[in-house]
């Protein structure tokens, strides 16, 4: 095979995108769960021709769209070998890394109060909160005595996060990335490490007129290892990051990042990029899916914004090349029909297409299920004819999509 069939390859992450319970799904609590079927199934209409064309149809049963027996993509299902069923464990893995322990969350109990009592002794600030919430809800609930009383609003979800509210207005972006900076240290600890301190500013004065701003900042864990991205770097290939992707890796192997206020907008984003002549991956995390309407169990909100994504999907299409390549995937599960706010553990799809594809017969097919995620990153390394790090585990299907 040549090297370097492809001269950009565009990995665009739909978090949360779940297409059906893994083997092991039921250990980790999830019981019939498939978070791209239910969402069709409690709409009446769904207007998804990109995906169709592509073949999402052909992967999950959904019942507004037949299966396409032209569809023009290469797809499977991909099961995710690490055991966890988060963000970071599931792009650590489509780059090489297997993660053998969930990272630890707090959603039961909240943070202890030796981890409390040391924030307030180096924020200066009495905590507030420290409880499992949605971060509009705890602002309505505890943001007036933040602003008039000096308090800190900490709060975690069902992720492995801890996460710090900030008035832009009265407290300030540069207080608030530090005390975040402070707790990312305080939680380096092995009792307390969570994956990652979350920064969340917003506006506003009273109840029902506070609004989270863009300036959301993640403090993540680097990986325990060397990744795809670094090897990618080294070899002097762009690294693109969109999105909550230089988070997810701590700046690691990135050489350019670009901040996203939506999904809508890291689309746009993405369309922009494609426009530019870089040789490299342009690595795409679209949160909303996630943020927005999984884990407020809101399956129209959901579908409504998958069918923003299917619109974008079609304009981004036009702008590639015929030595580019493009896969849509997804980190973990977050199926909005399910009990609770949790991520489900799941199987996401792996759909990839070239333009290259329109002029072969065989263009569209379904690919063999993987067991792990990490065949994305072995497939770019092989791509551009660089090693996959050390203990990184995958291996390479490039020879399926060319």
């Known amino acids: 095979m040549n090297k370097r069939p492809y001269k950009r390859i565009f990995v665009v992450v739909l978090d949360s995108l779940g297409i059906g319970a893994m083997d092991d799904s039921e250990d980790f609590g999830d019981r019939g769960v498939n978070t791209f079927k239910h969402i069709a199934d409690s709409r009446e209409d ?11 149809s052909n992967l ?7 299966p396409n027996p032209e569809a023009l993509g290469r797809y499977c299902a991909l099961n995710e070998r690490s055991r966890g069923k988060d963000t970071m464990t599931g792009h650590w893995e489509m780059m090489g ?3 053998d322990k969930p990272f630890i969350t707090f959603t039961d109990t909240g943070f202890p109060p030796e981890l409390i009592e040391a924030l307030e002794k180096e924020t200066g600030r009495k905590i507030i909160g420290n409880k499992a919430a949605s971060g509009t809800v705890i602002l309505d609930e505890l943001g007036e005595r933040e602003i ?3 308090k800190l609003i900490v709060y975690t979800s069902a992720d492995s996060v801890l996460q710090i509210c900030g008035n832009e207005e009265t407290m300030g972006l540069d207080d608030l990335y530090r005390y975040c900076e402070i707790a990312r240290r305080l ?3 092995e009792e307390w490490k969570v994956g990652r301190v979350i920064a969340r500013p917003y506006t506003g004065k009273k109840k029902g007129e506070f609004v989270r701003t863009a300036n959301r900042h993640d403090y993540a864990l680097s990986p325990p290892g060397l990744t795809a991205l670094d090897s990618l770097k080294d070899g002097g290939y762009d690294v693109i990051g969109i999105g909550k992707i ?5 700046g690691q192997g990135i050489t350019k990042s670009l901040h996203s206020k939506s999904s809508v907008h890291g689309m746009e984003q993405t369309i922009e990029t494609a426009k530019t002549g870089f040789t490299g991956l342009c690595f795409v995390n679209l949160v909303d899916f996630d943020a927005k309407w999984g884990h407020r169990r809101d399956p129209k909100g959901y579908g409504d914004e998958i069918e923003r994504f299917d619109e974008k999907l079609g304009e981004l299409m036009p702008c590639l090349n015929k030595d580019d390549l493009l896969i849509l995937t997804a980190d973990h599960g977050n199926d909005p029909t399910y009990t609770g706010t949790d ?3 799941e199987k996401v799809p792996f759909i990839a297409w070239s333009p290259s594809y329109d002029t072969e017969s065989d263009g569209g097919k ?3 299920e993987q067991d792990t995620f990490a065949v994305i990153g072995a497939t770019i390394a092989e791509n551009f004819g660089v090693s996959m790090p050390q203990n990184t585990i995958g291996k390479s299907i490039l020879e399926e999509l060319t």
């Open 46 to 56: 769904f207007q998804i021709p990109n995906l169709a064309k592509l073949g999402a």
């Open 60 to 66: 999950v049963d959904i019942k507004q769209v037949e």
């Open 97 to 99: 890394i297997y993660t």
């Open 148 to 150: 008039n009383e000096g």
């Open 187 to 189: 939680t380096m600890r």
């Open 246 to 250: 230089y988070d997810i890796f701590n």
């Open 343 to 345: 991520h489900t553990r």
């Open 366 to 368: 379904e690919l063999c």
